[in-house]
Nanobody, 114 residues
Framework: QVQLAESGGGLVQPGGSLRLSCAAS????????MKWVRQAPGKGLEWVSD????????NYADFVKGRFTISRDDAKNTLWLQMNSLKPEDTAVYYC???????RGQGTQVTVSS
């Protein structure tokens, strides 16, 4: 079965960095476009970024453009999200997901606070 397991979240000060990882299994990872979404307290799911199956095309929400970088390693079945210049409004649970299906992981908490 499809499994997606995020890690790397935590508490960071404003301006800091975190790198989220997502370990994928149960499907042919290289064949799937992937995405990161997030959910802030009291709000709905929000798309953050996505990457094509080959990794050649990436897209970002305006509010993270220039600060976050999505990448993947198909040999390791791993998706990453490098987050720099973090802001308090980036506080949320971050999920990795297949871009075009309902499958997503359990999420990892990111808290940006001084």
């Amino acid at each position: 079965q499809v499994q997606l397991a995020e890690s790397g979240g935590g508490l960071v000060q404003p301006g800091g960095s975190l790198r989220l990882s997502c370990a994928a299994s149960g499907f042919i990872f290289s064949s799937f476009a992937m995405k990161w979404v997030r959910q802030a307290p009291g709000k709905g799911l929000e798309w953050v970024s996505d990457i094509s199956s080959g990794g050649g095309v990436t897209n970002y929400a305006d509010f993270v453009k220039g600060r976050f970088t999505i990448s993947r390693d198909d040999a390791k079945n791993t998706l990453w999200l490098q987050m720099n210049s973090l802001k308090p409004e980036d506080t949320a649970v971050y999920y990795c997901a297949q871009k075009y299906t309902q499958y997503r992981g359990q999420g990892t908490q990111v808290t940006v606070s001084s």
